[in-house]
T-cell receptor, first 113, second 115 residues
Framework: DQQVKQNSPSLSVQEGRISILNCDYT??????FLWYKKYPAEGPTFLIS?????DKNEDGRFTVFLNKSAKHLSLHIVPSQPGDSAVYFC????????????FGKGTKLTVNP | NAGVMQNPRHLVRRRGQEARLRCSPM?????VYWYRQLPEEGLKFMVY????????ESGMPKERFSAEFPKEGPSILRIQQVVRGDSAAYFC?????????????FGDGTRLSIL
């Protein structure tokens, strides 16, 4: 029973264009949604998060959108750069408990020069 | 300003041996989390600890696995009598507070290989 789903294992975009990574979740009780970026042989690095009471959060080239009715969130990267090539994980968190993160399986983004 | 430190980075064990993975959280962080990543999978939560306390071990296998975070020293994830299925990347994360406003920061992991 996967609570967090990233249905696209991979995505390839051209440098300078927009990258859109998608994530669906099943549990309406999640309080926060986070995106992590991971390079090979390294640990995940926190990118951006959004509270369940908001529908958009922006930080530089990264914007996360949350659609609670559809239980869907997306990460937009614009403009995409070759250094953005990595695996992106969507994660959710419920406050008041153990604060454990529930991860999707990840989407491998390749930005071509 | 060191981040989360995990060692060893790579660990090779034969079936039946014990594996000990260590994690030193970021300075000022008192909450430690362990996750496991199998090939082609996302990270799966194993255990959440504070100093000298296990808060949530719902993701830990019932046998052979244990974790501790003593008053002094790093957090330890211990796997006894390892089997081939234990081969994975084990990541530790830490945070200063237990709330959604403080994202967990991850170490670079320990890659465990079982021969």
């Amino acid at each position: 029973d996967q609570q967090v789903k990233q249905n696209s294992p991979s995505l390839s975009v051209q440098e300078g264009r927009i990258s859109i990574l998608n994530c669906d979740y099943t549990n309406s009780m999640f309080d926060y949604f986070l995106w992590y970026k991971k390079y090979p042989a390294e640990g995940p690095t926190f990118l951006i998060s959004i509270s369940s009471i908001k529908d958009k959060n922006e930080d530089g080239r990264f914007t996360v959108f949350l659609n609670k009715s559809a239980k869907h969130l997306s990460l937009h990267i614009v403009p995409s750069q070759p250094g953005d090539s990595a695996v992106y994980f969507c994660a959710t968190l419920t406050q008041g408990g153990s604060e454990k993160l529930v991860f999707g399986k990840g989407t491998k983004l390749t930005v071509n020069p | 300003n060191a981040g989360v430190m995990q060692n060893p980075r790579h660990l090779v064990r034969r079936r039946g041996q014990e594996a000990r993975l260590r994690c030193s959280p970021m300075k000022g962080h008192s909450h430690v989390y362990w996750y496991r990543q199998l090939p082609e999978e996302g990270l799966k939560f194993m255990v959440y600890l504070q100093k000298e306390n296990i808060i949530d071990e719902s993701g830990m296998p019932k046998e052979r696995f244990s974790a501790e975070f003593p008053k002094e020293g790093p957090s330890i994830l211990r796997i006894q009598q390892v089997v081939r299925g234990d081969s994975a990347a084990y990541f530790c994360a830490s945070s200063p507070l237990s709330n959604g406003n403080q994202p967990q920061h991850f170490g670079d992991g320990t890659r465990l290989s079982i021969l």
